[in-house]
């Protein structure tokens, strides 16, 4: 039977590559078609693979945020896997990163079995992600608003997050326990980066701080925390655990029971904060990268 790999075009295309991304990774939320649409670029390919017509999984291919490197997605429903299609899916994805003129591919993996895969294809640890998941049971307080900051939302101001990426996005960035810089653009800072509703905290009308969710139209009562930092000069002054409480509350007030959010291994200092405010450690994700081309 032949497997066919071809680009996403048709809505109903990537309505089939959501279904595969639902079916894989269902305790993360997948991005809407609107969401998929906005985050298009040159360089990013999303595929589908068919059985005789059959879809048995999907894969995207792009520029990797984290140092000069691209990524690599290949995805295979659980019916269908040890068939070779998830090579057959790397392969095409590996060469799409080869064409792009990336030296590095990285990749990810959540569980056992995908790791395996990852290692069979040359693929090593380069660093961890772990999961933490704040349920919601009843109202959540927040801290009172620190001194001398305002506590806004992106959306109702328009503009303040597109020109905090400078004074403010970058230095956020820069704090990531990643193993190589993030390359993160003006234009990615808005399109990937901002959450809805995204609560910034004001100082002199500057962001000094920011937390808050992405929501999840496929599954209403869950939601993902979107980038949650501080600026260096606010730190150690309950900012951050303000922002996250507000952030909560929010989530409680639309009928929301569970928060997740990832974040690096090496970053002690969020872990802890989210550990204080309550979270369970609930998953860890393994990254990876290997030579584009191996020898
Ligand atoms: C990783 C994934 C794409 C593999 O898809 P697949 O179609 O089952 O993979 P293949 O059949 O091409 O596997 C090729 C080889 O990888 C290794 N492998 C794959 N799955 C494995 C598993 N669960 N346990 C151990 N080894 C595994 C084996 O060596 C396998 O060869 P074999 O079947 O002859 O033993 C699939 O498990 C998946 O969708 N995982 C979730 C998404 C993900 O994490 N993707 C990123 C991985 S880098």
């Keep these: 039977m032949a497997l066919d790999i ?3 075009d048709t809505d109903a295309d990537l309505e089939e590559w959501r279904r595969v991304r639902i079916a894989v990774v269902p305790y993360e939320r997948t991005q809407s078609i609107a969401e998929i649409r906005a985050d298009e670029t040159p360089e990013r390919l999303l595929v589908l693979a068919r059985e005789d017509g059959v879809v048995v999984g999907s894969g995207m291919a792009n520029r990797s945020e984290i140092g000069k490197a691209g990524s690599v997605i290949p995805r295979v429903l659980p019916d269908h896997r040890r068939r070779g299609h998830g090579t057959a899916l790397l392969e095409r994805l590996v060469d799409h990163v080869a064409d792009l003129g990336y030296d590095t591919v990285r990749a990810g ?9 990852a290692h069979r294809f040359g693929f090593e640890e380069v660093n961890r992600e772990v999961e933490q998941t704040y349920r919601i049971t009843g109202p959540v307080e927040p801290t009172p608003t620190p001194e001398g900051i305002e506590v806004v ?3 109702e101001r328009p503009g303040l997050w597109e020109g905090a990426y400078e004074g403010f996005g970058l230095e956020a960035l820069a704090g990531f326990a990643v193993d190589a810089p993030l390359e993160v653009t003006p234009d990615g800072w808005v399109r990937s980066w901002l959450g809805d509703p995204m609560f910034l905290a004001l100082h002199d009308g500057e962001v000094v701080g920011c937390a ?19 600026r260096r000069d606010w730190r150690r002054r309950g900012l951050a655990v303000h922002l996250k409480l507000v952030t909560l509350a929010w989530a409680a007030g639309h009928g929301i029971d569970e928060v997740y959010t990832w ?15 309550g979270y369970a450690t609930t998953g860890v994700g393994v990254q990876l990268s290997r030579q584009t081309r191996r020898p």
């Design 109 to 117: 993996a959540d569980d056992e079995g995908s790791l395996a895969f």
């Design 263 to 277: 974040t690096q291994d090496g970053n002690a200092a969020m872990r802890a904060l989210n550990t204080r405010l």
């Design 153 to 155: 939302t992106a959306q």
């Design 212 to 230: 808050g969710l992405g929501l999840d139209p496929d599954r209403p009562t869950r939601a993902e925390n979107s980038l949650t930092a501080v």
């Design 6 to 8: 071809s680009p996403c």
